[in-house]
């Protein structure tokens, strides 16, 4: 797998409404898009760091994963989602050095990126994201 | 204040020796520095991906701040650390939009970076850490 930089931080945040204004105003970040995924329950919101980029996430039901993750360890960093050149092939590849994976092929995430993930127990408990447009 | 880009994302781990061989054969990363921090309890291991490094911690002394977050939320990422132009400035700025500091000015942090961070509770819980040469 050939990863060429972090393509976004997941943050998980109790509501978008409050957490926009931080990112904005106290660390002059602009938020660019604010998007509803309702297949993962989330409300999200994007700014832009270098090549990276910083997505909160808002849950809209306290059963989704976001939900599910703000009861048991409170706010703070989901998932770590690196860029790469071809998701499935490197899907295989990690798990032919035996990481666990939730996706064994990819799914279509937002902006038109392919996007599949390892499994945190294999990950040494960050929720790891590759994704990539191939 | 003005971000440029992220500088690095700190995630503990309960061991270097294991968690490497992660970052190195499955992510295809390479592990460029591996620093003990005396002062803050921690042996780090780094690696550069794009413009970003992570920063690996393991805790060495379970009274640690890296100790203590492991009992608390077990390992993932531990902070966010933002590359500014002037660290002091950035922090004066962020005091002044509300934000509650851990570090009033910088202090001397790995590879000869000014550091400073703010407080979790201002800042949606991720522990956030500024950090530039001046």
Redesign the interface.
Known sequence: ??????EH?G????SLE??IP?YE?????KCYAVEEVAEQKVKTAFFK????KIELLESTDPEGPIGKFIEK?????HH?A??VDQVDASLE??EA???RLIDKKHRNGAEGLKIGFLH?K?????LTELCGHE
């Open positions: 797998m050939k990863i060429s930089h972090i931080i943050i998980a945040v109790e409050t957490a931080f105003k106290a660390l002059g970040l760091v270098g090549e990276t360890k409170g706010p703070g960093m770590l690196f860029a590849d990690a050095n035996g990481v945190p294999s990950t040494f408990g960050v």
